[in-house]
């Protein structure tokens, strides 16, 4: 795993788990990482993870409609 430094501004009033869990959260929002993946980013257990997903409006399925609809008319 890659290490990144870098400096927020004491006005954003956020600790290094609030910043891990936005990245992480993030990043699994895009599709960049699985939920295991950015539950380890996060420094979280994946079911810590995915109930804290809500809270940064973030839906625990990250699946793309394209795929489900592919699959329902696969079925």
Do not use: W
Not at 7 to 27: C, R, V
Not at 28 to 42: D, I
Request: hydrophobic share 45%; glycine share 4%; no cysteine.
């Amino acid at each position: 795993m890659a290490t990144i430094n870098f400096n927020i501004p004491e006005m954003a009033d956020l600790n290094a788990a609030q910043i891990q869990m936005i990245l992480a959260s993030t990043l699994y929002a895009q599709g960049r990482l699985s939920l295991g993946q950015a539950a380890e980013v996060a420094n979280l257990s994946k079911r810590t993870f995915a109930e804290l997903l809500g809270s940064y409006d973030v839906s625990i399925f990250n699946y793309p409609a394209s795929d489900l609809e592919n699959e329902t008319i696969n079925e």
